[in-house]
C-alpha cells in the first residue's frame, strides 16, 4: 500500500486539481493498494474524484464515540459515510501537539474497526529514543498499549505504520536497514502475542521522508509493505512516482 497523508494542506478545490492529474498517473499502478488521506473537509471532493479508480481516501484522525456532545470531533461514522475506507490513528503529530495516548490509540482502532474502517495504526521512536537505545521499548510500548487489547479479529483488521519521529518532514530517511530492523520488532511482537499466522498477515507500511529517489531502496526491503508518505504525496506527479516505483 502506498498511502498519503495531506496533514493540514490543501483546500477542496486543490483536492479536485490533484486528483484531475494524478488518476491517470497511476491508472496502470495494480501492483500496490493506493490511499489518499486529506483533510476532513476535503473527504467528500476526494471521494467523488476518485470514483471509478483504485484509489482509496482514507481519514486523518477519528474520534471514538458513535455520536455525542464532543465539539470538534469525527465519528468513524461520519469517516466512512463521507467515502472513506481507511482512517490513521496515533501519527506522532497526534501524540506529540493533541494528546494522544495509547490508551487513546486503542480506543479509536477499536471504533474504526467497528464501523468498518480500516486502521493505519502509527508508532515509532524520538530522536532522543533512538540516541539512547531505547528504539525497540518505544516501539513496544507502542503496540503493546494500543494493540495488546485487541481480539484476533481485530488485529487482523489493522495495518501498522512504523514512522520514526525523527525522520517525519525532515528529509531524514531511516536507512531501508534502520526501516526493516524497525519492522521485525513490529513483527515479532504481532507473532508473540496473536501468532505466527496473524505476523505473516500483518501489512507493516514506512513512513518519514519517503520521497520518489529514496522509495526503491525502501521497498527492496522484504519487511517493508508499502509507504505512509506526507510532503512528497502533496503533489500529484510525486506521489505517482512513489506509486509507480
Ligand atoms: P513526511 O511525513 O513524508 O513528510 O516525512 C510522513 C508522515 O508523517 O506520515
Not at 38 to 64: K, N, V, Y
Not at 92 to 121: D, H, M, W
Not at 211 to 220: E, H, I, Q, S, T
Request: glycine share 10%; with cysteine; charged share 20%.
Amino acid at each position: 500500500m502506498m498511502a498519503g497523508n495531506w496533514k493540514m494542506y490543501k483546500t477542496s478545490a486543490e483536492t479536485s486539481s490533484f486528483f484531475e492529474k494524478f488518476r491517470g498517473l497511476v491508472a496502470n499502478a495494480e501492483h500496490c493498494e493506493i490511499l489518499i488521506c486529506p483533510p476532513f473537509p476535503d473527504l467528500p471532493a476526494a471521494a467523488s474524484a476518485a470514483q471509478g479508480t483504485r484509489i482509496g481516501i482514507g481519514a486523518q484522525d477519528l474520534f471514538w464515540a458513535k455520536e455525542g456532545a464532543y465539539t470538534g470531533e469525527v465519528s468513524a461514522g461520519m469517516i466512512r459515510n463521507a467515502g472513506c475506507t481507511h482512517v490513521i490513528v496515533g501519527h506522532s503529530e497526534r501524540r506529540q501537539y493533541f494528546g494522544e495516548t495509547n490508551e487513546t490509540v486503542r480506543k479509536k482502532t477499536v471504533a474504526a474497526i467497528e464501523t468498518g474502517l480500516t486502521p493505519i495504526v502509527c508508532v515509532g521512536e524520538m530522536l532522543e529514543h533512538r540516541e539512547a537505545s531505547q528504539t525497540e521499548a518505544v516501539i513496544l510500548d507502542h503496540c503493546e498499549g494500543a494493540m495488546s487489547g485487541l481480539t484476533a479479529e481485530q488485529f487482523a483488521k489493522i495495518i501498522v505504520a512504523y514512522e520514526p519521529v525523527w525522520a517525519i518532514g525532515t528529509g531524514k530517511t531511516a536507512t531501508p536497514e534502520i526501516a526493516a530492523d524497525a519492522h521485525r520488532v513490529i513483527r515479532e511482537y504481532a507473532r508473540k502475542t496473536f501468532g505466527a499466522g496473524a505476523a505473516g498477515a500483518l501489512r507493516i507500511l514506512y513512513g518519514g521522508s519517503v520521497k520518489p529517489d529514496n522509495v526503491r531502496g525502501l521497498m527492496a526491503q522484504p519487511e517493508i509493505d508499502g509507504a505512509l508518505v506526507g510532503g512528497a504525496s502533496l503533489d500529484p506527479v510525486s506521489f505517482a512516482s512513489i506509486v509507480n516505483f
